[in-house]
């Protein structure tokens, strides 16, 4: 059976259609007579002159090959795969054009690029809490390539559009085919076929929670660096930390002549914090820098972060950061869901062995809840001296210490 498997993700329809009819022993001309059809129909098919057999075709061969359940099944899902294939509507596009400079993100976009261009992996998956920034990353990392000499660049909005026609608009020449939001899973039968048929095909895809794909990488993209306390009175520095870089390009771009000053400062610094740097969530804020400043901004976020409207179109995001990490805490198993309330009450940062003192748990169970939280972007990991140490994200805190995650619960 893993053959028979192998071999379809390979060669496709044809190739498996006369491996089938020489394994029941039958000639064309013969199999053509059971399944009454033409022996020209069975040699185009079977030499790939024939590219989308029709359903009927392929019901009638697998009766005439006396195919049944998983041989069946497989028979009719590889003549279903090649016309995905070789289909040439809803062709995919060239990557968006992106809203002004990405920012935080350079070395990010540098492995990203690397990562494809230079060391060859084909298939890289970046996961991350909904509005940590995925797509933005993404669609500068394909700019680039789309940019470079020889790179072709294909991007499918997976809520919007189906992977039909690929193997026939890529061909072998390099290229990068973005799946972004692709939260439901993808083909992975079909990833096979393409990969095998384009050779020159990288695939980066987006999703809130990787999947196991065979050969695939997975980088968990974290929200941007905050602002420790120390930072708060000194503007110069401050200016030059990830997410405050981010909010200040949105302040600016809502009210062109803010600056920076020492009396500000903490507010800024405190918005980073209370957000956890997340992107998403402080383009929402900034959308009200019109009418609140940033001291006023922390009163609010202080009230109940997860209450903040979004502000009127055009004005900022609208990114949902409370749905997002209620959908992520949905996700979690009881076992994690435990262990990150228990962490959430412990302040500070904590190592792996203090994550397994505290739950009580055997070292590796515990450790692989650790892995799946940080996958889930409820964690995050923090710059130590005396190795990896983590802390629950602040709006997670908020989340699991009051009723707002039963109230969004309830809502949604």
């Known amino acids: 059976m893993h053959g028979v498997t192998s071999l379809q993700s390979a060669a496709g329809f044809g190739e498996l259609l006369r491996v089938r009819r020489e394994r029941v022993g039958l000639t064309q001309q013969v199999l053509a007579d059971h399944a009454t059809l033409s ?31 998983h041989h069946r099944s497989s028979f ?7 016309a995905l294939l070789e289909e040439p509507r809803d062709e ?14 350079e070395l990010e976009v540098e492995v990203l690029t690397d990562a494809l261009a230079v060391h060859g992996d084909r298939l890289v998956t970046v996961a991350g809490l909904g509005g940590v920034g995925k797509t933005r990353l993404v669609l500068e990392v394909a700019r680039r ?13 997976c809520g919007r559009q189906s992977v039909a026609g690929l193997a026939r608009t890529i061909g072998e020449r390099p290229t990068l085919l973005v799946l972004d939001g692709a939260d439901a899973g993808v083909d992975t039968a079909l990833l096979d076929e393409l990969f095998h048929r384009c050779p020159g095909l990288r695939v980066l895809i987006t999703a809130r929670v990787p999947q196991p794909l065979p050969g695939g990488q997975v980088i ?16 110069v520095a401050l200016a030059e930390v990830g997410a405050v870089r981010l909010l200040l390009s949105h302040l600016r771009r809502l009210r062109p002549g803010f600056r920076l000053e020492p009396d500000e400062a903490p507010a800024v610094a405190s918005i980073c914090r209370q957000l ?11 959308g009200w820098s019109t009418v609140l400043s940033p001291r006023q901004l922390v009163a609010r976020l ?69 892995h799946e939280l940080l996958a889930s972007g409820l964690i995050r990991s923090v710059a130590a001296r005396d190795g990896v140490r983590f802390t629950v994200l602040n709006l997670c805190r908020r989340l699991c210490g009051t009723g707002v995650y039963a109230e969004l619960a309830a809502a949604s």
Not at 224 to 230: D, F, K, Q
Not at 310 to 318: D, E, I, L, N, Q
């Open 76 to 82: 009719e899902a590889a003549a279903r795969r090649q």
């Open 302 to 370: 202080a009230d109940g972060p997860f209450h903040l409207a979004p502000p009127p179109a055009g004005f900022g995001g609208r990114a949902d950061v409370g749905a997002a990490l209620g959908a992520a805490l949905d996700r979690l198993t009881p076992g994690q869901r435990d262990l990150l309330e228990r962490l959430a009450a412990t302040p500070g940062d904590w190592s792996g062995e203090d994550a397994v003192e505290l739950s009580g748990r055997p070292p590796q169970e515990c450790l692989a809840a650790v």
């Open 145 to 157: 390539l789309h940019l470079a000499p020889g790179w072709s660049v294909r991007w499918i909005d």
């Open 276 to 286: 956890d740097g997340l992107p998403g969530a402080l383009e929402l804020v900034a």
């Open 39 to 69: 022996v020209r129909a069975i040699r185009d098919m079977e030499s790939g002159r024939v590219q989308r057999p029709r359903q009927e075709t392929v019901r009638l061969l697998a009766d005439a090959l006396r195919l049944e359940g």
């Open 92 to 105: 995919p596009t060239a990557p968006p054009v992106a809203r002004g400079a990405i920012v935080g993100r």
């Open 220 to 235: 968990p993209l974290a929200p941007l660096p905050t602002p420790g306390p120390e930072l708060d009175h000194d503007p």
